[in-house]
């Protein structure tokens, strides 16, 4: 199948957050042809009771290193997850590749302490890389590991971090989280709608972008997820399950589609998948050829052009600091069972 695509306009991207979290519009779109201009802060009035809320409460680690050779030549690392059963060691994007060679040790900068040795390739672009230092320290000198897109870190790191973080272990935030406040929360709670939470290690899985050009012969990296006994019941019991943004989904579908509340997914949703679970996905505006869109797409089928159009028209803003949608999964049959 094609790997889904459209303009994205550079002035459309968001450099930063909204100046208040739930101030960030709100599309919203619950069947073919119905479109509503909101905002997040309305999510509330959106929900039912009955209805689950499902967050993911990941944590963020400041996993952007920029280091430095023995020459003094400029580095940099972005620690992905520790390789397990070798401590110490971490799976790493590491730039530049080709002149960091095994073995090359490198320091914080200006005669800082060595604090990484790059190891050797792992493929499509991955190095193994040994910490120096306590990993505490490591990540001391590390910084939010923003999109590439995004031309400055916030000031504040936190607004790259949800309200409900709890969980170290992520290397890029799931960002439609970012939107949801405390109050926002205590609103739906109050109205009858549960939330509940899962567990997804944000990773190159979800934001490697889709070079091939079928969108079956892209490799989906393996992300940690823990899904509690807790959520998948009140899952199975609930009116609907809206899922706080797309590592939500791919928790919550592949804990039901294995079994298993514990593992590490490879799930690549596209085309025609069997929704097990979600029922409305609450999600940011994605970037052209990714996974992410490609899982929207299976979602709510060929209408996403349409909401992209009509929220690109109406001055959404995009990507990880923009604007969010909200909206409802095409109607192909009910849902399977968990």
């Known amino acids: 199948m094609d790997v889904p695509d459209y303009d994205l306009p550079s002035e459309a991207i968001a450099q930063e957050p909204s100046a208040q979290r739930d101030a960030a ?91 990484v040795e790059v190891g050797e390739e792992l493929g499509e672009g991955r190095r193994q890389v040994r910490l120096l230092a306590e990993p505490h320290d490591v ?98 019991a609930a009116r609907r399950v809206v899922a706080v943004g797309t590592t939500t989904v791919r928790a919550l579908e592949s804990a039901a589609a294995t079994g298993e509340r514990s593992g590490r997914s490879t799930l690549y949703i596209r085309g025609d998948y069997p929704w097990r679970v979600v029922d409305v996905l609450m999600t940011n505006f994605h970037q052209p050829r990714s996974t992410l869109l490609l899982l929207l797409e299976s979602f709510v089928g060929p209408r996403w052009r349409d909401l992209y159009a009509e929220a690109l028209r109406s001055g959404y803003r995009f990507l990880s600091f923009g604007d969010a949608m909200l909206v409802g999964r095409a109607r192909g049959g009910e849902r399977m069972p968990v």
């Open 25 to 115: 519009r709100l599309l919203v779109s619950m069947a073919e042809g119905d479109i509503d201009h909101r905002h997040v802060r309305d999510l509330p009035d959106l929900l039912e009771p009955g209805d689950v809320l499902v967050v993911n409460t990941t944590r963020v680690l400041p996993a952007r290193l920029r280091l430095e050779k023995a020459t003094g030549g400029a580095a940099e690392v972005l620690l992905l997850e520790p390789v397990p059963g070798t401590p110490g060691c971490w799976e790493a994007l590491v730039r530049p590749g080709r002149r960091l060679p095994a073995g090359t040790v490198l320091s914080a900068p200006d005669g800082g302490r060595a604090l």
């Open 139 to 236: 990540f001391a000198a590390g910084v939010m590991p923003v999109p590439p897109y995004i031309e400055a870190v916030p000031a504040d790191p936190e607004r790259y971090q949800t309200v409900y973080a709890e969980q170290p272990g992520s290397v890029a935030a799931p960002t439609a989280g970012l939107h949801l406040t405390h109050q926002v929360l205590d609103e739906c709670r109050a109205r009858g709608v549960e939330v509940a939470a899962v567990d997804l290690a944000v990773g190159l899985g979800t934001f490697l972008p889709v070079t091939a050009t079928r969108a079956e012969d892209h490799v989906m990296h393996a992300e940690r997820y823990h899904v509690p006994e807790a959520t998948m019941a009140a899952c199975e």
